[in-house]
């Protein structure tokens, strides 16, 4: 074994049975596929478990997790998730989280409630701000106060529905609470809670961890502290580090957090769910609105228990399995399935769930009836028994191992740094008492899968057989639609709390409304100076000044204008095609993504999409496209491209390059029962898409008439790209044809080699495979042909628009048109919109209001700032907030003390560390941009000289003003929406989501 500094591994500096700062080192391994060096350890006294993956990253990450197993559905793990990060006795404040996340420089800072586990993650690229949130979240979980305020705040309280008359109904809010009633609005939850329910009703699995809203208030504030008390223990802790920083320097600083702490048994462990010797199956409904249609609007589930986490060649063996049954359009129990025309696509459960020490498989379909659930279960039996029968294409399992190992190998930050994925890799066997580095070394799995498939050809064959198709612990789910399921969930509800607002005597109603004001004082009330000076604090001094820049080289291809990013990427290689569309016609431009998507699904160059599909599995890492849209920083000009994205391995290119030349110059559209099929998915998935997003949504609404990147915006991606899919859908049968030929010349007009630019990043020997595979492309894609003469385009005038949705929580956007990236005003309503979110409206939406989320976000890019709110129960009062809160930064300096935390909290969102692939796009989009290193400097420079004057100067001068140029768009209940727009005079345009339009509020009636 090489224990030197092997493939890029950091020198081991300790070894097995090594003893220091309370800890013994248990085993030193290198793993030079993800080029770290692993120390596993525990601590001598308490038993607290540690894992270090010590790597020249300096983006270093540290977490803690418990196994929290819950009892019942109250919700308590989730809770006290987000209770114990409001304040400890060594920092008493009231929303510690919310203070680390306005003045550090983190770049994860989060907690996780799963099914049997919470887990605690931060991260940083600064040594000394990781350590002050690594020491605040130890003690913050170990040591938290969990006062009853904070109880009643993030879980849940009694109130009068009108805060100051304790006459009216009763109702329930609390920021957990809210939270839950909007997932549980979703179809996508709704179905993975009455799996999870259904499949192990005799396990820790069959409770909802995260809480079902009718049996949050079930939970006392004694079950709460309780459950602290059981399980928060060092001695039922997993403690994660990853990054550049020393394990001896870990070890001491968990010398001093650990310090008091002795050893106690704590009972965390999972009980497994009992095996059935029949199926079993269960129906149940979801929410949909009265605009759309019943009839095929069901899902159809199958799902078995397949797997233990404990033996991971097993789980990875069951993950190459699922990518081979159902992991692409030529996977043999997908196709059949969609094939036969029994649902639109596959449920969106469908695949391997890694999370759990009892791993389920789940497979069905959406978009079909209750009626057809028999005929989708024998299909599915069917189809199982005659892959075991005949077997697979040895391709597909080819394919299906080379997407395990090219996820194994990328580095990617999208969302989380890249030790946030190795930490939940480790987690899924270390919490279950297995080898935590067993998931990290895929490549030596990988080979171990390699040989004994070829030492047993009918390997995975058997592994069906035997844990599917021989497997009685299967559960059939059926889903239904109802136009009523929410109404009766309202009105059973109000019923309930009637009968307990009866049960209760006078004196008990007056005690719930003092509580509840109670609980609003203590809300409003602001941390003292001496409790807030007890965080540990980062200078702006201790910010680095200078920018991170990325490599960019501009040059050619056979005539193409290319842009080159030399960095390391783990032996990938990334590549982006941007065609230019910004001449196409505004009446064409709605069916631009869906032209992505058929290009990418359909078959090409004589093969069919099942084909196609199976060699992309086989030779492509990651593919997709979509249009895109945004200023330059000039603000004269909107750049519009449709973009590709490719990443594959080294030894891939050719062949992926080539697979890629395919589908752009030699697509084919023939195939109308495939294109029908795509349309429905991509129908679905938006509509599924609306609830749990629906903040998204209603900034898109709002902001559709401030420019023209805004108005593509909704055009590609919000209600009048879903409100299309629907229509086309609908009208398949009749015009597909047309639809085909439609999208025939919209290839034909895009996929040109004038219209092209082309980038690539990777290291210097990927980029030379990459130039020579790229010129082949190039030259096969048809010259440029004349650009098409379009008519000046004209933004229809902003509407207050209420969009009625099947969601017992609200979203509200407001968006104002605001000063532009080069503006000076730029860098201090960046500053501003972090100061906002973290501080005001925060405090007003989430804390004091119950909403799950609440956001200021500016544009500088295109020129906006917007108000959102999410999972949010309030409606009218979200929009009195937004205007107080411009109204008291407009007239009010805020303090040096909250400036010096919004300029960090802005520093560290301009900062935030990209993996490989990300660094070449975001290069490429500043090029379209016209941003230049210079700007980027600049504006870096100008966000830390920012003062509380320029601040409020910006609120004042270009923001308040423009309060009347802005534009309001709300998601939420018909009702809600009627009632808003009737007493706040808003004259609301109210939508269906899918149907015709009405006025509120107005003499107008129906507008269309």
């Known amino acids: 074994m090489c224990m030197g500094n092997c493939g890029g591994c950091p020198a081991p500096t300790l070894k097995a049975g090594d003893r220091l700062h309370g800890f013994t080192i248990i085993r030193v391994q290198q793993i030079p596929e993800i080029r770290v060096t692993a120390y596993e350890a525990r601590h001598d006294r308490c038993g607290a478990r540690v894992l270090h993956l010590h790597c020249d990253d300096r983006e270093n990450l540290f977490s803690i997790g418990f196994r929290t197993t819950p009892s019942d559905s109250t919700g308590l793990p989730h809770i006290l998730e987000h209770s114990v990060l409001a304040g400890s006795e060594r920092y008493p404040v009231k929303d510690a989280f ?101 499949l192990y009703p005799d396990s820790t699995y069959g409770y909802d961890a995260g809480g079902d809203p009718e049996e949050i208030p079930n939970l006392t504030y004694e079950q709460f502290k309780r459950f602290h008390q059981l399980y928060y223990s060092p001695s039922n802790a997993w403690i994660f580090f990853y990054g550049n920083i020393t394990t001896r320097e870990h070890l001491e600083f968990l010398e001093e957090m650990l310090a008091g702490f002795d050893h106690i048994e704590v009972n965390s462990q999972i009980k497994d769910q009992p095996l059935w010797t029949t199926m079993r199956r269960i129906h149940n409904r979801y929410p949909i609105s009265r605009d759309e249609k019943l009839e095929r609007k069901s899902i159809v589930d199958l799902a078995w228990i397949v797997g233990d986490s404990r033996n991971p060649q097993e789980i990875l063996l069951l993950q190459i399995a699922a990518i081979a049954l159902v992991g692409s359009a030529g996977a043999p129990l997908r196709k059949a399935l969609i094939d036969s025309g029994l649902g639109e696509d596959l449920s969106p459960a469908t695949g391997l769930e890694r999370d759990l020490k009892q791993v389920p498989f789940i497979v069905g379909l959406r978009g079909t009836d209750p009626d057809k659930a028999d005929q989708i279960e024998r299909l599915i039996f069917d189809t199982l028994e005659k892959i075991v029968r005949d077997g697979f294409d040895p391709q597909l399992i080819h394919g299906a191992l080379h997407q395990v190992e090219f996820h194994g190998k990328e580095i990617t930050r999208n969302s989380m740094p890249y030790g946030l994925t190795l930490m939940s890799r480790a987690y899924c066997t270390w919490l279950y008492e297995a080898d935590p580095l067993a998931g990290l070394q895929f490549s030596t799995l990988i080979e171990e899968i390699r040989q004994k498939w070829q030492d047993e050809p009918r390997l995975f064959e058997n592994l069906i057989r035997r844990k599917i198709l021989e497997n009685t612990h299967c559960l059939r789910s059926v889903m239904e639609p109802s136009y009523t399921y929410q109404e009766e969930k309202e009105a059973a509800f109000r019923r ?60 050619t291809i056979d005539g193409v204008t290319a842009l080159e990013h030399d960095i390391f990427s783990n032996g990938i290689v990334y590549l982006d095609l941007a065609f230019d569309i910004s001449d196409l016609p505004d009446d064409l431009q709605p069916y631009l993504p869906l032209l992505a998507t058929l290009t990418l699904g359909m078959g090409a160059a004589g093969k069919g999409y099942d084909v196609m599909a199976s060699q992309i599995a086989l030779k492509i890492g990651g593919l997709a496209a979509s249009p895109s849209a945004g200023q330059t920083v000039m603000g004269e000009e909107t750049w519009q491209k449709m973009i590709f994205r490719m990443k594959m391995l080294h030894r891939n290119i050719p062949d992926a390059v080539r697979l890629l030349d395919e589908l752009l110059t030699q697509g084919d559209l023939s195939d109308r029962t495939r294109m029908q099929n795509l349309l429905a998915e991509e129908k679905n998935d938006m509509l599924s898409a609306v609830v749990p997003q629906g903040h998204a949504f209603a900034r898109r609404t709002a902001s559709a008439g401030l420019s023209l990147a805004h108005h593509r915006d909704e055009q590609w991606n919000g209600l009048a790209q879903l409100r299309l899919l629907v229509d086309l859908a609908e009208r398949f049968s009749r015009d597909g044809e047309s639809l085909a030929e439609k999208m025939a010349q919209l290839r034909a007009h895009i996929y040109r080699r004038g219209r092209v630019i082309l980038n690539l990043t990777g290291d210097a020997e990927g980029l030379d495979e990459l130039r020579r595979a790229l010129e082949h492309l190039v030259q096969d894609l048809p010259p440029a042909g004349e650009p098409k003469e379009i008519a000046p385009f004209r933004l229809e005038p902003p509407v207050p628009t209420g969009v009625a949705i099947q969601a017992q929580v609200c979203y509200v956007a407001q968006v104002l048109p605001a000063p532009r990236y080069l503006s000076s005003q730029a860098p201090a309503l960046s500053v501003l919109s972090h100061e906002l979110a973290s501080g005001p409206l925060y405090n007003r939406i989430r804390v004091q209001g119950g909403a799950y989320g609440a956001h200021s976000i500016y544009d500088s890019l295109n020129g906006n700032f917007a108000f959102l709110s999410y999972r949010d129960p309030n409606l009218e009062q979200t929009i009195k907030v937004y205007r107080q809160v411009l109204d008291e930064v407009s007239s009010e300096e805020i303090s040096a003390e909250e400036l010096r935390k919004a300029i960090i909290s802005t520093i560290a969102s301009l900062d935030k560390p990209m993996g490989p692939g990300a660094k070449g796009f975001a290069a490429m989009i500043w090029d379209f941009a016209g941003i230049s290193d210079e700007h980027r400097q600049r504006f870096k420079e100008e966000v830390l000289k920012t003062t509380p004057q320029s601040v409020r100067q910006v609120a004042a001068e270009y923001l308040r003003p423009r309060l009347d140029e802005s534009n309001l768009a709300v998601y939420a209940a018909e009702d809600r929406l009627k009632r808003a727009s009737e007493q706040m005079n808003l004259r609301l345009r109210i939508e269906p989501l899918l149907g015709r339009t009405k006025v509120s509020g107005s003499a107008e009636g129906e507008a269309g």
């Open 98 to 198: 919310n203070e680390l996340a306005k003045g550090s420089l983190k770049t994860f800072l989060n907690a996780f409630t799963y099914p049997d586990k919470t887990v605690y993650p931060v991260a940083s690229q600064v040594k000394a701000d990781f350590y002050n949130l690594a020491r605040v979240y130890m003690d913050l979980v170990l040591r938290p106060r969990l006062l009853l305020h904070t109880f009643q705040q993030e879980g849940y309280h009694f109130e009068p529905e009108n805060p100051s008359d304790p006459d009216t109904d009763l109702t329930i809010s609390g920021i957990v609470y809210n939270e839950m009633k909007g997932l549980y609005s979703s179809a996508d939850s709704l179905q993975s809670k009455y799996i999870m329910e259904g």
């Open 496 to 555: 309930k709390m009637a009968e307990y607002k009866a049960s209760l005597s006078k004196a008990k109603l007056e005690e719930i409304f003092q509580n509840a004001e109670k609980l609003r004082k203590e809300q409003a009330a602001p941390d003292s100076p001496q409790a807030l000076a007890s965080l540990p604090r980062l200078e702006l001094a201790d910010i680095p000044r200078e920018i991170e820049t990325i490599p960019t080289r501009k040059t």
